[in-house]
Protein backbone atom coordinates (compact mmCIF):
# COMPACT_ATOMS: atom_id res chain seq x y z
CA UNK A 1 0.00 0.00 0.00
CA UNK A 2 1.56 3.21 -1.07
CA UNK A 3 0.20 7.00 0.80
CA UNK A 4 2.46 9.46 -0.54
CA UNK A 5 5.43 8.16 -0.99
CA UNK A 6 5.38 6.36 1.94
CA UNK A 7 4.89 2.58 1.24
CA UNK A 8 3.35 0.50 4.29
CA UNK A 9 3.38 -3.21 4.22
CA UNK A 10 0.29 -5.06 5.59
CA UNK A 11 -0.40 -9.01 6.24
CA UNK A 12 -3.27 -9.67 4.54
CA UNK A 13 -4.74 -12.98 5.87
CA UNK A 14 -6.94 -15.05 3.32
CA UNK A 15 -10.41 -15.26 3.48
CA UNK A 16 -10.73 -13.10 6.19
CA UNK A 17 -13.56 -12.89 8.90
CA UNK A 18 -13.01 -9.15 8.27
CA UNK A 19 -13.40 -9.44 4.40
CA UNK A 20 -16.65 -7.78 3.04
CA UNK A 21 -17.38 -9.16 -0.78
CA UNK A 22 -19.28 -7.02 -3.17
CA UNK A 23 -20.26 -8.74 -6.59
CA UNK A 24 -18.63 -8.77 -9.09
CA UNK A 25 -15.24 -8.81 -7.97
CA UNK A 26 -14.53 -6.20 -5.11
CA UNK A 27 -13.20 -7.23 -1.67
CA UNK A 28 -12.58 -5.36 1.64
CA UNK A 29 -10.91 -5.66 4.01
CA UNK A 30 -12.69 -3.39 7.25
CA UNK A 31 -9.90 -3.83 9.42
CA UNK A 32 -6.60 -3.29 7.15
CA UNK A 33 -8.84 -0.66 5.45
CA UNK A 34 -7.92 -1.98 2.19
CA UNK A 35 -9.80 -2.60 -0.89
CA UNK A 36 -8.96 -4.88 -3.51
CA UNK A 37 -10.84 -6.05 -7.27
CA UNK A 38 -9.98 -9.54 -8.25
CA UNK A 39 -8.80 -10.65 -11.46
CA UNK A 40 -9.05 -13.91 -12.65
CA UNK A 41 -6.30 -15.99 -14.51
CA UNK A 42 -8.34 -17.75 -17.11
CA UNK A 43 -5.03 -19.38 -18.93
CA UNK A 44 -3.84 -22.07 -15.91
CA UNK A 45 -7.59 -23.34 -16.04
CA UNK A 46 -7.40 -24.97 -19.12
CA UNK A 47 -4.85 -27.92 -17.75
CA UNK A 48 -6.70 -27.47 -14.61
CA UNK A 49 -9.83 -28.71 -15.75
CA UNK A 50 -9.10 -31.28 -18.45
CA UNK A 51 -12.63 -32.03 -19.49
CA UNK A 52 -13.15 -29.86 -21.89
CA UNK A 53 -17.00 -29.90 -22.16
CA UNK A 54 -16.87 -28.85 -18.20
CA UNK A 55 -14.11 -26.14 -19.34
CA UNK A 56 -15.91 -24.70 -22.44
CA UNK A 57 -18.92 -24.44 -19.92
CA UNK A 58 -16.96 -22.40 -17.42
CA UNK A 59 -15.42 -20.00 -19.66
CA UNK A 60 -18.41 -18.88 -21.76
CA UNK A 61 -19.58 -17.17 -18.11
CA UNK A 62 -16.27 -15.29 -17.69
CA UNK A 63 -15.58 -11.66 -19.06
CA UNK A 64 -12.65 -11.85 -22.03
CA UNK A 65 -12.51 -15.52 -22.27
CA UNK A 66 -13.27 -15.16 -25.96
CA UNK A 67 -9.17 -15.58 -26.79
CA UNK A 68 -9.21 -18.59 -24.43
CA UNK A 69 -11.76 -20.81 -25.56
CA UNK A 70 -10.60 -20.24 -29.19
CA UNK A 71 -7.44 -21.58 -28.48
CA UNK A 72 -9.05 -24.25 -26.38
CA UNK A 73 -10.85 -25.40 -29.50
CA UNK A 74 -7.74 -25.26 -31.82
CA UNK A 75 -5.93 -27.41 -29.63
CA UNK A 76 -8.45 -29.82 -29.69
CA UNK A 77 -7.79 -30.58 -33.18
CA UNK A 78 -3.75 -30.23 -33.34
CA UNK A 79 -2.02 -33.52 -33.95
CA UNK A 80 -1.38 -35.33 -29.85
CA UNK A 81 -4.17 -33.44 -28.30
CA UNK A 82 -6.54 -34.31 -30.40
CA UNK A 83 -10.12 -34.55 -28.97
CA UNK A 84 -12.78 -37.28 -30.21
CA UNK A 85 -15.15 -36.07 -32.46
CA UNK A 86 -17.82 -36.90 -30.13
CA UNK A 87 -16.01 -34.38 -27.65
CA UNK A 88 -15.82 -31.53 -30.33
CA UNK A 89 -19.25 -32.32 -30.80
CA UNK A 90 -20.17 -31.14 -27.37
CA UNK A 91 -17.99 -28.66 -27.79
CA UNK A 92 -19.29 -27.22 -30.51
CA UNK A 93 -23.17 -28.19 -29.21
CA UNK A 94 -22.17 -25.67 -26.46
CA UNK A 95 -21.02 -22.55 -28.17
CA UNK A 96 -24.05 -22.67 -31.03
CA UNK A 97 -26.40 -22.98 -28.32
CA UNK A 98 -24.93 -19.54 -26.66
CA UNK A 99 -25.29 -18.36 -29.45
CA UNK A 100 -28.43 -19.25 -30.91
CA UNK A 101 -29.65 -17.88 -28.17
CA UNK A 102 -27.96 -14.51 -28.22
CA UNK A 103 -29.20 -14.33 -32.00
CA UNK A 104 -32.73 -14.88 -30.42
CA UNK A 105 -32.44 -12.24 -27.72
CA UNK A 106 -31.05 -9.71 -30.31
CA UNK A 107 -34.36 -10.51 -32.67
CA UNK A 108 -36.57 -9.26 -29.70
CA UNK A 109 -34.69 -6.56 -28.48
CA UNK A 110 -33.77 -4.19 -32.04
CA UNK A 111 -30.65 -2.46 -29.67
CA UNK A 112 -27.52 -3.94 -28.54
CA UNK A 113 -27.66 -6.34 -25.98
CA UNK A 114 -24.86 -7.63 -23.24
CA UNK A 115 -24.89 -11.42 -23.45
CA UNK A 116 -23.68 -12.77 -20.06
CA UNK A 117 -22.03 -15.30 -21.79
CA UNK A 118 -19.28 -15.03 -24.45
CA UNK A 119 -20.37 -15.27 -28.21
CA UNK A 120 -18.09 -17.19 -30.75
CA UNK A 121 -19.42 -16.72 -34.22
CA UNK A 122 -18.57 -18.83 -37.56
CA UNK A 123 -15.90 -16.41 -38.29
CA UNK A 124 -13.80 -16.76 -35.39
CA UNK A 125 -14.15 -20.52 -35.66
CA UNK A 126 -12.53 -19.96 -39.11
CA UNK A 127 -10.03 -17.75 -38.25
CA UNK A 128 -8.81 -19.22 -35.01
CA UNK A 129 -9.46 -22.74 -34.97
CA UNK A 130 -10.21 -24.56 -37.94
CA UNK A 131 -6.67 -22.05 -39.17
CA UNK A 132 -4.47 -24.85 -37.28
CA UNK A 133 -5.26 -26.96 -40.46
CA UNK A 134 -2.94 -24.63 -43.10
CA UNK A 135 -0.32 -24.56 -40.08
CA UNK A 136 -0.26 -28.35 -38.84
CA UNK A 137 -0.06 -30.22 -42.16
CA UNK A 138 0.26 -33.61 -40.61
CA UNK A 139 -3.51 -33.90 -39.85
CA UNK A 140 -5.14 -36.17 -41.96
CA UNK A 141 -7.87 -34.96 -44.19
CA UNK A 142 -10.41 -36.91 -43.34
CA UNK A 143 -10.43 -35.47 -39.81
CA UNK A 144 -10.40 -31.85 -41.08
CA UNK A 145 -13.28 -33.13 -43.58
CA UNK A 146 -15.25 -34.53 -40.02
CA UNK A 147 -14.42 -31.69 -37.78
CA UNK A 148 -16.23 -29.52 -40.22
CA UNK A 149 -19.00 -31.67 -41.12
CA UNK A 150 -19.54 -31.79 -37.27
CA UNK A 151 -19.41 -28.03 -36.58
CA UNK A 152 -21.68 -27.68 -39.79
CA UNK A 153 -23.77 -30.14 -38.09
CA UNK A 154 -24.42 -28.56 -34.94
CA UNK A 155 -24.73 -25.02 -36.86
CA UNK A 156 -28.31 -26.51 -38.87
CA UNK A 157 -28.86 -28.07 -35.25
CA UNK A 158 -29.53 -24.45 -33.96
CA UNK A 159 -30.82 -23.05 -37.03
CA UNK A 160 -27.95 -21.03 -37.68
CA UNK A 161 -27.43 -20.26 -41.45
CA UNK A 162 -24.32 -21.67 -42.71
CA UNK A 163 -21.73 -19.49 -43.56
CA UNK A 164 -20.18 -19.90 -47.24
CA UNK A 165 -16.61 -19.71 -46.39
CA UNK A 166 -17.03 -22.97 -44.18
CA UNK A 167 -18.71 -24.67 -47.48
CA UNK A 168 -15.70 -23.83 -49.22
CA UNK A 169 -12.68 -25.10 -46.90
CA UNK A 170 -14.37 -28.16 -47.27
CA UNK A 171 -14.34 -28.49 -51.16
CA UNK A 172 -10.35 -27.40 -51.21
CA UNK A 173 -9.59 -29.73 -48.48
CA UNK A 174 -11.40 -32.46 -50.43
CA UNK A 175 -10.02 -31.01 -53.80
CA UNK A 176 -6.64 -31.32 -52.52
CA UNK A 177 -6.69 -34.50 -51.61
CA UNK A 178 -8.62 -35.65 -55.09
CA UNK A 179 -11.39 -36.82 -53.00
CA UNK A 180 -14.00 -35.64 -56.06
CA UNK A 181 -16.28 -38.62 -55.49
CA UNK A 182 -17.55 -38.02 -52.04
CA UNK A 183 -17.08 -34.52 -52.88
CA UNK A 184 -19.92 -35.37 -55.48
CA UNK A 185 -21.62 -37.13 -53.03
CA UNK A 186 -21.88 -34.04 -50.49
CA UNK A 187 -22.95 -32.02 -53.13
CA UNK A 188 -25.60 -34.72 -54.62
CA UNK A 189 -27.25 -35.20 -51.17
CA UNK A 190 -27.27 -31.53 -49.93
CA UNK A 191 -24.61 -32.41 -47.39
CA UNK A 192 -23.03 -28.26 -48.42
CA UNK A 193 -26.23 -25.75 -48.71
CA UNK A 194 -26.72 -24.34 -52.21
CA UNK A 195 -25.61 -20.73 -52.95
CA UNK A 196 -24.13 -18.35 -55.14
CA UNK A 197 -20.72 -18.21 -53.99
CA UNK A 198 -20.52 -22.55 -53.82
CA UNK A 199 -22.04 -22.86 -57.15
CA UNK A 200 -19.29 -20.17 -58.24
CA UNK A 201 -16.16 -22.30 -56.91
CA UNK A 202 -17.65 -25.22 -58.21
CA UNK A 203 -17.59 -23.52 -62.27
CA UNK A 204 -13.77 -23.01 -61.47
CA UNK A 205 -13.53 -26.36 -60.22
CA UNK A 206 -14.80 -27.10 -63.88
CA UNK A 207 -10.65 -28.26 -65.16
CA UNK A 208 -9.81 -30.35 -62.44
CA UNK A 209 -13.44 -32.11 -62.23
CA UNK A 210 -15.46 -31.80 -65.42
CA UNK A 211 -19.30 -32.47 -63.68
CA UNK A 212 -18.56 -29.59 -61.86
CA UNK A 213 -19.84 -27.86 -63.85
CA UNK A 214 -23.24 -29.65 -64.42
CA UNK A 215 -23.33 -29.45 -60.13
CA UNK A 216 -22.82 -25.82 -60.50
CA UNK A 217 -25.93 -25.52 -62.64
CA UNK A 218 -28.22 -27.48 -61.06
CA UNK A 219 -27.50 -25.78 -57.40
CA UNK A 220 -28.16 -22.16 -59.36
CA UNK A 221 -31.27 -23.88 -60.45
CA UNK A 222 -32.14 -24.77 -57.21
CA UNK A 223 -31.90 -21.22 -55.16
CA UNK A 224 -34.51 -20.19 -58.14
CA UNK A 225 -33.20 -16.53 -57.85
CA UNK A 226 -30.05 -16.84 -59.80
CA UNK A 227 -31.18 -16.72 -63.37
CA UNK A 228 -28.95 -14.29 -64.45
CA UNK A 229 -26.27 -16.41 -63.23
CA UNK A 230 -27.35 -19.36 -64.94
CA UNK A 231 -27.27 -17.42 -68.58
CA UNK A 232 -23.79 -16.01 -68.07
CA UNK A 233 -22.76 -19.57 -67.32
CA UNK A 234 -24.59 -21.62 -70.68
CA UNK A 235 -23.63 -18.27 -72.87
CA UNK A 236 -19.82 -18.45 -71.87
CA UNK A 237 -19.78 -22.14 -72.82
CA UNK A 238 -21.47 -21.58 -76.36
CA UNK A 239 -24.76 -23.28 -75.37
CA UNK A 240 -26.87 -20.64 -76.64
CA UNK A 241 -29.40 -23.32 -77.35
CA UNK A 242 -29.78 -24.78 -73.91
CA UNK A 243 -29.66 -21.05 -72.59
CA UNK A 244 -32.74 -20.46 -74.54
CA UNK A 245 -34.65 -23.31 -73.51
CA UNK A 246 -33.99 -22.18 -69.98
CA UNK A 247 -34.85 -18.57 -70.53
CA UNK A 248 -38.35 -19.72 -72.09
CA UNK A 249 -38.43 -22.58 -68.77
CA UNK A 250 -38.61 -19.68 -66.00
CA UNK A 251 -40.38 -17.07 -68.47
CA UNK A 252 -38.46 -14.50 -68.72
CA UNK A 253 -37.67 -14.40 -72.85
CA UNK A 254 -39.67 -11.14 -72.30
CA UNK A 255 -37.07 -9.49 -70.12
CA UNK A 256 -33.47 -11.42 -71.07
CA UNK A 257 -31.74 -8.69 -72.88
CA UNK A 258 -31.42 -10.22 -76.90
CA UNK A 259 -27.73 -7.89 -78.19
CA UNK A 260 -26.41 -10.55 -75.52
CA UNK A 261 -27.78 -13.98 -77.09
CA UNK A 262 -26.91 -12.40 -80.53
CA UNK A 263 -22.97 -11.36 -79.32
CA UNK A 264 -22.62 -15.14 -77.72
CA UNK A 265 -24.48 -16.57 -81.08
CA UNK A 266 -21.91 -14.75 -83.22
CA UNK A 267 -18.79 -15.63 -81.08
CA UNK A 268 -19.31 -19.30 -82.10
CA UNK A 269 -18.80 -18.21 -85.58
CA UNK A 270 -21.87 -20.79 -86.20
CA UNK A 271 -23.95 -18.92 -89.02
CA UNK A 272 -26.83 -21.73 -88.35
CA UNK A 273 -26.80 -20.95 -84.64
CA UNK A 274 -26.71 -17.26 -85.20
CA UNK A 275 -29.77 -17.74 -87.85
CA UNK A 276 -31.70 -19.75 -85.09
CA UNK A 277 -31.04 -17.33 -82.19
CA UNK A 278 -31.76 -13.94 -84.28
CA UNK A 279 -35.34 -15.78 -85.81
CA UNK A 280 -35.72 -16.82 -81.85
CA UNK A 281 -35.84 -13.07 -80.77
CA UNK A 282 -37.60 -11.89 -83.81
CA UNK A 283 -40.67 -14.16 -82.67
CA UNK A 284 -40.36 -12.90 -78.95
CA UNK A 285 -40.28 -8.83 -80.75
CA UNK A 286 -43.31 -9.99 -82.38
CA UNK A 287 -45.09 -11.77 -79.91
CA UNK A 288 -43.97 -8.50 -77.38
CA UNK A 289 -44.64 -5.79 -79.43
CA UNK A 290 -46.42 -7.00 -82.69
CA UNK A 291 -43.34 -6.01 -84.90
CA UNK A 292 -40.46 -8.57 -85.86
CA UNK A 293 -37.62 -5.47 -85.80
CA UNK A 294 -35.45 -4.67 -82.78
CA UNK A 295 -35.94 -1.51 -81.00
CA UNK A 296 -33.12 0.78 -81.37
CA UNK A 297 -32.74 0.85 -77.43
CA UNK A 298 -31.62 -2.36 -78.16
CA UNK A 299 -28.49 -1.48 -79.70
CA UNK A 300 -28.45 -4.43 -81.74
CA UNK A 301 -28.00 -2.43 -85.59
CA UNK A 302 -24.95 -4.67 -86.34
CA UNK A 303 -26.16 -8.08 -85.95
CA UNK A 304 -29.13 -7.09 -87.88
CA UNK A 305 -26.50 -5.77 -90.96
CA UNK A 306 -24.94 -9.02 -90.58
CA UNK A 307 -28.34 -10.97 -90.79
CA UNK A 308 -29.02 -9.57 -93.96
CA UNK A 309 -25.46 -10.01 -95.09
CA UNK A 310 -25.31 -13.84 -94.35
CA UNK A 311 -28.85 -14.44 -95.64
CA UNK A 312 -30.69 -12.08 -97.29
CA UNK A 313 -33.42 -9.32 -96.86
CA UNK A 314 -35.44 -12.27 -97.50
CA UNK A 315 -35.21 -14.24 -94.81
CA UNK A 316 -36.48 -11.05 -92.21
CA UNK A 317 -39.78 -12.22 -90.58
CA UNK A 318 -42.27 -9.78 -92.98
CA UNK A 319 -43.62 -6.69 -90.87
CA UNK A 320 -47.21 -6.92 -90.44
CA UNK A 321 -49.71 -5.30 -92.84
CA UNK A 322 -50.78 -1.70 -92.08
CA UNK A 323 -53.75 -2.49 -93.56
Sequence with gaps: MQAGTDKTEYNCELYSANWIVFQPDIVIDAKLG?????????????????????LIQFLLYRKDSKPVILSVCAQMLVPGHQASLQSLAK????????????????TIDASPISSRKVIVEQS??????????????DIKYKFMVAVLIEY??????????VQHYLYELIINILVHNNCFYQLHQFLQYHVLSDSKPLACLMLSLESVYPPAHQLALDMLKRIQTANEEIIEVLLSKHQLLPALRFIRSVGIVDTVSSRKFLEAALSTKDNMLF?????????????????????????????????????????????????
Aim: charged share 25%; net charge neutral.
Design 91 to 106: VYDLLNHTYKQYQELD
Design 34 to 54: CLWTLKLNLGPLVTMIPDKDR
Design 152 to 161: IRSLNQFNIS
Design 275 to 323: YTVFKFFEQRNQKLRGSPRFQSGEHCEQYVKLFENLFGQEAFMPLPSLL
Design 124 to 137: DMFTHVFSVFEEYK
